[in-house]
């Protein structure tokens, strides 16, 4: 199953919405998860289950979508969400993420 | 504190083997599926494969671009997971990530990561 993501890239101001897309390839239900990676960092999980958030992550982050079309949005952009953002499917047994959108602030 | 440690990257001859290791803390290991995924510099991300728990029979897969060429093993004793890469070509120059798989109910995700080991393939 294969997960299309975009855009791969954005610019966007200190308070905008943004919202970044999935594409799945088939019904994968609600088996998305969202990342978070900065810089020479490792992947920090921000939403599982498509809209669940994971703890510690701030509230501005959200996720939304089932079957084969999901959303992040971060609401009120702040300067340290400027990172890379990936989702990633977790149906089926070959797991795969999308092809990831960096956000520029 | 749950944590993950890669170890084992470094500059390597394209057309050799390498073992990458993964040391866990914190967490029950030998419960938990380990997967591997890597990172080209610049590039997204890239799910390689996994291992599952005994009680799952360590039972392996691995993404269709690189089945033939990778093993991913465990040692739970020693709390450590391998990835074992054969014939090994510059465009597996990475950064290798080991993440543990959480499981609640019906849904899983990739909880904690290991900070990434660099492997390097060159002549």
């Known amino acids: 199953i294969q997960m299309t993501q975009s855009p791969s890239s954005l610019s966007a101001s200190i308070g905008d919405r943004v919202t970044i897309t999935c594409r799945a390839s088939q019904s994968i239900l609600k088996d998305v998860n969202w990342y978070q990676q900065k810089p020479g960092k490792a992947p920090k999980l921000l939403i599982y289950?498509?809209?669940s958030l994971q703890s510690g992550v701030p509230s501005r982050f959200s996720g939304s979508g089932s079957g084969a079309d999901f959303t992040l949005t971060i609401a009120n952009l702040q300067p340290e969400d400027s990172a890379s953002y990936y989702c990633q499917q977790s149906y089926g047994t070959l797991l795969a993420f999308g092809g990831g959108t960096k956000v520029e602030i | 504190e749950v944590q993950l440690v890669e170890s084992g990257g470094g500059l390597v001859q394209p057309g050799v083997s390498l073992k990458l290791s993964c040391a866990a803390s914190g967490f029950t290991f030998d419960e938990s599926a380990i997967h591997w995924v890597r990172q080209a510099s610049g590039q997204g991300l890239e799910w390689i494969g996994r291992?599952?728990?005994?009680?799952?029979?360590?039972?392996?897969a691995y993404a269709e671009s690189l089945r033939g060429r990778v093993t991913i093993s465990r040692d739970d004793s020693k709390n450590t997971a391998y990835l074992q890469m054969n014939s090994l070509r510059t465009e597996d120059t990475a950064t290798y990530y080991c993440?543990?798989?959480?499981?609640?109910?019906?849904?899983?995700?990739?909880?904690?990561w290991g900070q990434g080991t660099l492997v390097t393939v060159s002549s």
């Open positions: 291992i599952r728990s005994r009680s799952d029979n360590y039972a392996t």
């Open positions: 993440t543990s798989l959480v499981v609640r109910g019906n849904f899983n995700w990739f909880d904690p």
């Open positions: 289950a498509a809209s």
